[in-house]
């Protein structure tokens, strides 16, 4: 049971180029969530999803989108990278059920847009 | 929406000495309070938590009180260790909500001092 996985771990991008932020959890858990966590700062809520085919706009959703085409995948997508994007970003899983709100992070991927 | 504000934003105490960090929130419909430890260029991890009908609860060193009057909460650690140092995140969250979706302070950064 590995938990919350994402990749990469590092990743530098060019300005206007695209990526995708993998995120894989096997807790068959419904919810799962996108945050950016910028230096010496709190986390920002990107995008989340509640389960499979539905997500939702969190706090900073400009400039990524997200698919939940599955329970375990939940990507986030880069189309125009920009230099505001360079943060560390983690990724979140939360079983759902009753009494069950311990949000599980992800390694996280520290994204370097130059 | 949920706001959290998060004091001080750094703190340093003498090994053995006490900590506390102080958080308020603004939605009265908030009722889950966890608190999060992150290590440096780690992820963030659950230390402890608290719920709405309670208005204290303790694991060895660290303990958490509530004051939903006030909307505020403390994380108390005593004893500290230099292994406590490190950045740490209260949260609020209205489980109830559409997507238990967690609102960060903007975190504390312990030292301990030996």
């Known amino acids: 049971n590995a938990g919350v996985t994402q990749t990469p771990k590092f990743r530098i991008l060019k300005i206007g180029q695209s990526m995708t932020l993998q995120c894989t959890q096997d807790?068959?858990?419904?919810?799962m969530y996108w945050y950016r966590q910028d230096p010496g700062m709190g986390l920002k809520l990107i995008y989340y999803?509640?389960?499979?085919?539905?997500?939702d706009k969190g706090e900073v959703p400009n400039g990524y989108n997200v698919s939940r085409s599955t329970t375990e995948d939940f990507p986030l997508r880069l189309e125009l990278a920009a230099p505001s994007q360079t943060s560390v970003y983690f990724c979140?899983?939360?079983?759902?059920?009753?009494?069950?709100?311990?949000?599980?992070f992800g390694p996280g991927t520290r994204l370097t847009v130059l | 929406g949920e706001n959290v504000e998060q004091h001080p934003s750094t703190l340093s105490v003498q090994e053995g000495d006490s900590a506390v960090i102080k958080c308020t929130y603004s939605?009265?419909?908030?009722?889950?309070f966890p608190w999060y430890k992150q290590e440096l260029g780690k992820r963030p991890q659950l230390i402890i938590d608290?719920?709405?009908?309670?208005g204290e609860k303790k694991d060895q060193r660290i303990a958490v009180t509530l004051n939903k009057t006030a909307k505020h909460f403390s994380l108390h650690i005593t004893e500290t260790q230099p292994e406590d140092s490190a950045v740490y995140f209260c949260?609020?969250?209205?489980?109830?909500?559409?997507?238990?979706?967690?609102?960060f302070g903007s975190g504390t950064q312990l030292t301990v001092l030996p």
């Open positions: 807790m068959n858990h419904n919810y």
């Open positions: 608290i719920r709405s009908n309670v």
């Open positions: 979140a899983a939360l079983a759902g059920g009753s009494g069950t709100d311990t949000q599980y």
């Open positions: 949260a609020a969250s209205d489980p109830e909500g559409s997507a238990r979706q967690l609102t």
């Open positions: 999803s509640v389960g499979a085919g539905i997500t």
């Open positions: 939605d009265s419909a908030s009722n889950y």
